[in-house]
């Protein structure tokens, strides 16, 4: 280390002890909202977790009326719209950064970042209401009995469907979720430096073998937070949800029959519910932080595992 | 400042003048001088025509909240009230459903929420007003902190989205028999409407519909009976007519509809079947779960083979709904249609309506209606600073006034559900109840008009500057 940098940075004093201040002031801030709001949310959820114990997650006895909790048919009706929305949107979405950066004409890269950037910000509210008004009817009398016969009336597939179904909600939520998947994947991939994909090129690689085998994996750390964003607002997406999916708290077991996610439930319960419920809803919620944890967690787990691979 | 006993001349002037008097009267000038200066140029306002302009010098804002039931009412009321006066000043209206409305006023301090709206009033009894709250209620209130007013008549509409074909049948007209279409509607009873929502009948070609509909083609199509996901004063007339009609009661194990609509959760009944409950709604997989009113219809309407319950005013507003409204089996055994004329002959074999006597479900009478109920205006009995919406405050109020801008809010917020819950005979300047007639819902019987207007007359002030005023009028 050279030693005058040090000095440099080591007497704090004047303006540079304020500066440090700040910055340690505004990151304990930060600190404290984090923890005071995950305190406050289990804190909240405890006496629903006490009244109702493990079977909280094990139970598909939703009926606030009777006191009872058991959340299991929203767990994986959150889990299934998820993993719809993510089984749609990773493959399609890096395909479409992958084509906007490597693919189009150079004079349209912009206007069709500039519009995926504009779907990505679109509110969740309106894709619900397409959803809604729009999909369900189609749902219904189309892609359900299509499925419904293709696959033989298989108990996840079986009718019959109204429309309102937790694959409707996959299928919204990938929409949604797509725009992002593709944003920030495009920025990852856009970022990888232009010498590696020139050098791969020089060396006799085609296009092809450029982008799957230099361009994919360098951005790959990007990618992987691109997806993790796109998965935690799947997960916890409300209002789009809320509005297509019909709304059950019972275990249905076909896709194409309505269904309930943790979130879409929250503000359904919310009005006039008792303290007891009450506390059953940021139990919900407690479980939904879990989950966005896990996603981070497990996004984190494959950086490092890729990072390690990169570097062997 | 005292409070006045209203004359019976004007009673905008009369409120006028309580306002006036009260800033006067701190200011040390005599009451019975401005009584006597202010009241005759006001007198000509006539009765339920009250101008907000004793607002003029602080634009108090109010806020209503909860039934989305009344919701269609609501926000044509406000918009008349206030082309009649301009100077009143609304947030306007938020159609968040009965329970949330309840929720919303209770907590008016914090929410905004001047009067809630619920199809479900609270009752009579502070042990009715604690379920209601389901704990949620400001300690120390009984049932006497709130007030609560009848401000409309409706019907509920059973929409469904199928296209039955209606035979033609030989009928005389003129003397000579031709083959003429009599039934433009399915027919349906409570009985029947309550073992579709419990999943007893799952196919619209089923029995039960076909012998209540001789003639008419049914297709085979799955029934998918639209519910609510919130907490709905509309569902809870709802059940309460499958109840009356079917009934059934709390807790047996075979009869048709099991769940009496429950206050403390303004009914959620279909969420699953108690302990002894044979018949869960929950069992019935093809349930969907809307929220609001306006999310019943919208599934309804696209969501082939749906059924659901609306307020008729829905139905005007969605004409693609119109294609669908159930003819109702009442207690005189005649199938009726949900027309202003049929809700009206209903609510008129009902008397002596209050907060704890609102049900006029399944009512006698061949003409009438069956599925019908009131929706209710709940205020706090006191507007003062420490339960009001006061966030609204303008700018140039003072803390030390603040419990008198609470008085402004109140006072807008009684003149305004006055208006709303009465019939006008000026048709210039048309009541709140002739706004409801031509918004699809019927206009109160006049006695139920007269209790409100004594609901009214219990609404105060903030006592912080004397004497807590009424608000109100005695017409």
């Known amino acids: 280390m050279d030693p005058t940098r040090r000095k440099r940075r080591l007497p704090l004093v004047g303006s540079d002890g304020a500066y440090w201040a700040l910055l340690y002031g505004v990151g304990l801030i930060f600190l404290g909202i984090c923890g005071a709001f995950l305190y406050s949310t289990i804190d909240n959820s405890l006496s629903a977790w006490q009244h109702q114990g493990f079977s909280l997650i094990t139970s598909s006895n939703w009926n606030p009326d009777a006191s009872q909790y058991g959340a299991l048919a929203l767990i994986v009706g959150t889990l299934e719209t998820s993993f719809i929305a993510l089984l749609f949107a990773v493959p399609i979405g890096i395909l479409c950064a992958v084509t906007m950066v490597h693919l189009v004409p150079r004079r349209l890269r912009t206007p069709l970042s500039s519009f995926v950037e504009l779907l990505a910000a679109i509110p969740s509210v309106v894709y619900g209401m397409v959803g809604a008004l729009v999909l369900v009817a189609w749902f219904q009398s189309t892609l359900s009995p299509w499925l419904e016969s293709v696959t033989h009336n298989f108990v996840l597939f079986s009718g019959p469907a109204s429309g309102n179904s937790t694959l409707l909600a996959g299928l919204v939520l990938f929409v949604m979720i797509l725009p992002t998947i593709a944003a920030f994947s495009r920025d990852a991939i856009a970022s990888v430096p232009h010498e590696q994909i020139e050098g791969a090129l020089s060396v006799g690689a085609t296009k092809w073998q450029t982008i799957w085998r230099v361009a994919l994996p360098s951005a790959r750390a990007g990618i992987t937070g691109a997806v993790t964003l796109g998965a935690a607002r799947a997960v916890g997406e409300t209002i789009a949800v809320a509005m297509v999916i019909g709304n059950a708290t019972s275990l249905t077991g076909s896709i194409l029959k309505t269904g309930g996610t943790l979130a879409a439930t929250i503000p359904n319960v919310w009005d006039g519910a008792s303290p007891l419920t009450t506390s059953a809803l940021f139990a919900l919620g407690t479980i939904l932080i879990v989950f966005t944890a896990t996603i981070n967690a497990v996004g984190r787990q494959l950086l490092r595992r890729s990072q390690v691979g990169l570097a062997l | ?475």
């Open chain 2, 1 to 475: 400042v005292q409070t006045i006993t209203p004359t019976n001349s004007s009673t905008e002037g009369d409120h006028v003048n309580r306002i006036h008097l009260r800033r006067i009267a701190a200011a040390g000038a005599a009451v019975g001088v401005s009584l006597a200066l202010a009241a005759p140029a006001l007198a000509a306002q006539g009765s339920h025509g009250y101008p907000g302009s004793d607002l003029q010098s602080q634009p108090a804002t109010a806020e209503g909240a909860g039934s989305t039931f009344a919701a269609p009412l609501e926000n044509a009321g406000i918009n008349e009230y206030q082309r009649l006066n301009p100077n009143a000043s609304f947030t306007g209206y938020l159609a968040v459903g009965s329970g949330a409305g309840e929720k919303d006023v209770v907590n008016g301090q914090t929410t905004g929420v001047d009067w809630g709206a619920t199809d479900v009033p609270f009752g009579a009894s502070s042990s009715d007003l604690a379920s209601a709250c389901a704990g949620t209620c400001p300690g120390g209130t009984t049932i006497g902190s709130f007030t609560q007013i009848p401000i409309g008549l409706g019907g509920e509409a059973i929409i469904y989205n199928i296209k039955p074909t209606f035979p033609k049948v030989r009928v005389k007209v003129h003397g000579v028999f031709v083959k003429k279409q009599v039934q433009f509607d399915l027919n349906l009873t409570g009985r029947v409407i309550a073992e579709i929502y419990n999943g007893t009948i799952q196919k619209w070609n089923n029995s039960k519909i076909k012998a209540l509909n001789p003639g008419v083609g049914l297709p085979s199509t799955t029934i998918f009976p639209v519910d609510r996901a919130d907490s709905s004063g509309t569902q809870y007339i709802m059940t309460n007519f499958l109840q009356v009609s079917t009934g059934s009661t709390v807790g047996c194990t075979s009869c048709v509809w099991p769940w009496a609509p429950s206050k403390s959760t303004i009914s959620s009944y279909d969420k699953t079947g108690g302990a002894g409950n044979t018949i869960g709604v929950a069992g019935n997989p093809n349930t969907v779960n809307s929220l609001h009113n306006g999310g019943v219809a919208a599934t309804v309407g696209s969501t082939h083979g749906a059924i659901g319950f609306v307020e008729d005013s829905y139905v005007l507003l969605n004409p693609k709904l119109k294609q669908g409204v159930a003819n109702i089996y009442n207690k005189a055994r005649k199938y009726v249609a949900p027309t202003a004329g049929a809700v009206a002959a209903d609510a008129a074999h009902f008397s002596g309506i209050s907060a704890a006597n609102f049900s006029i479900v399944f009512g006698a009478g061949s003409t009438s209606y069956p599925i019908a109920g009131y929706t209710w205006a709940i205020v706090w009995t006191n507007f003062t600073a420490s339960n009001a919406d006061i966030s609204s405050v303008p700018s140039g109020v003072t803390a030390g006034s603040v419990n008198q801008y609470a008085d402004e809010v109140g006072a807008l917020t009684v003149k305004y559900l006055d208006w709303l819950s009465h019939t006008s005979t000026s048709t210039s300047k048309p009541g709140g109840q002739n706004v409801a007639a031509a918004n699809g819902y019927v206009a109160m019987p006049t006695s139920v008009q007269s209790y409100a207007t004594s609901q009214l007359a219990k609404i105060t002030g903030s006592a912080a500057d004397g004497t807590p005023e009424l608000l109100s009028y005695n017409p």
